[in-house]
């Protein structure tokens, strides 16, 4: 019975540590942006948004960090002055939002 307990808490302990283990480095990498963020630093905060995307975090966390990562690059909007270039920076953060079906439309069948 002892052994079987045993072998109970080695399997949940495995599965905490692989799921947690590969996603770790993404939340790191989130946290470390959202920290840049606060304190201004939003190119900063980007390259870090973009990164933390690459270390394949899991669905729920990569739409938090794709939110975040479009509300900082709208942060540019308050510095340009160039309308195409304003324009080029809304749609990419709307792409940030949509590529990965983290926002978008309900409603597919809207005109």
Not at 2 to 23: A, C, D, P, R, T
């Amino acid at each position: 019975m002892k052994n079987k307990i045993l072998i109970v808490v080695f399997l949940v302990s495995l599965i905490f540590i692989v799921k947690f283990g590969i996603e770790m480095p993404a939340i790191i990498c989130y946290n470390q942006a959202n920290n840049l963020y606060n304190n201004g630093k939003y190119e900063e905060a980007i390259i870090k948004y973009k990164k933390s995307l690459e270390l394949f975090p899991s669905k729920d966390k990569e739409c938090k960090i794709r939110i975040n990562l479009a509300l900082t690059n709208l942060k540019k909007l308050e510095k340009e002055a160039i309308r195409e270039k304003k324009l080029e920076i809304l749609q990419e953060s709307s792409k940030i939002l949509t590529e990965k079906g983290c926002a978008g439309f309900e409603n597919k069948n809207r005109t």
